[in-house]
């Protein structure tokens, strides 16, 4: 039972390219989110999936898009990387909305 | 939705108790109180949470005042790898949907020291 993942671990951009982070859970869990983490500061909500096909703006969408195509699989895209992006992610999920979340271990991006 | 506040740092001596306290007057009667911390460099761990009742897991005790407006976390005896930024958050209705939100804040940064 890996829990949640997160794929790639640490990735370096430069500005205007695209890329999509993964997310994975084997917990069979319905709700999973994408949080952004910026230094000295809380985690803030970008985007979160009630259930696989669904999907929802949290506090900080823009410039970014998100697809839940498998249960298992949130995906987090970035269609033109900006330095604004610069950013610690990290995935959770939880079984229903009001459950517990569960973290991965994070994605490092930074854009230049 | 509840705000919270809590102390930005703290130290405890290793073997000690950690008492960390949390602020939330405008906590209404459905929300829960989630303790979350993160170590360095890692994400986010869940730690306990309750509505108004005392709480004790393996990892912690979570007391609420009976007013439901401040709570302390405790952790019995804290060890060098207690060292982390503690989280207390009042749990958030994201009002679009029904999926639910977690408010981190800056949390409290816990040192533990030898």
């Known amino acids: 039972n890996a829990g949640v993942t997160q794929t790639p671990k640490f990735r370096v951009l430069k500005t205007g390219q695209s890329m999509t982070l993964l997310c994975a859970q084997d917990m069979n869990h319905e709700y999973m989110y994408w949080y952004r983490q910026d230094p000295g500061m809380g985690l803030r909500l970008i985007h979160y999936s009630v259930g696989e096909g669904t999907t929802a703006k949290g506090e900080v969408p823009d410039g970014y898009n998100v697809s839940r195509l498998k249960k298992q699989n949130f995906l987090l895209g970035l269609e033109s990387a900006a330095p604004s992006q610069t950013s610690v992610y990290f995935c959770a999920s939880s079984y229903w909305g009001e459950e517990t979340q569960y973290f991965g271990p994070g994605t490092r991006l930074l854009v230049l | 939705d509840a705000k919270t506040t809590q102390p930005t740092s703290m130290d405890c001596a290793e073997g000690r108790a950690a008492n960390l306290p949390c602020n939330h007057s405008t906590i209404s009667g459905n929300e829960y109180v989630y303790w979350y911390r993160q170590i360095h460099s890692q994400g986010p761990q869940y730690i306990i949470h309750g509505l108004k009742n005392n709480e004790t897991n393996e990892m912690a005790s979570l007391i609420i005042t009976e007013d439901r407006k401040s709570s302390t976390l405790i952790l019995p005896h804290a060890t060098l790898r207690d060292t982390a930024v503690y989280y207390c958050?009042?749990?958030?209705?994201?009002?679009?949907?029904?999926?639910?939100?977690?408010?981190f804040g800056k949390g409290t940064s816990l040192l533990v020291t030898p």
């Open positions: 958050i009042v749990r958030l209705l994201i009002p679009s949907n029904s999926g639910y939100a977690l408010n």
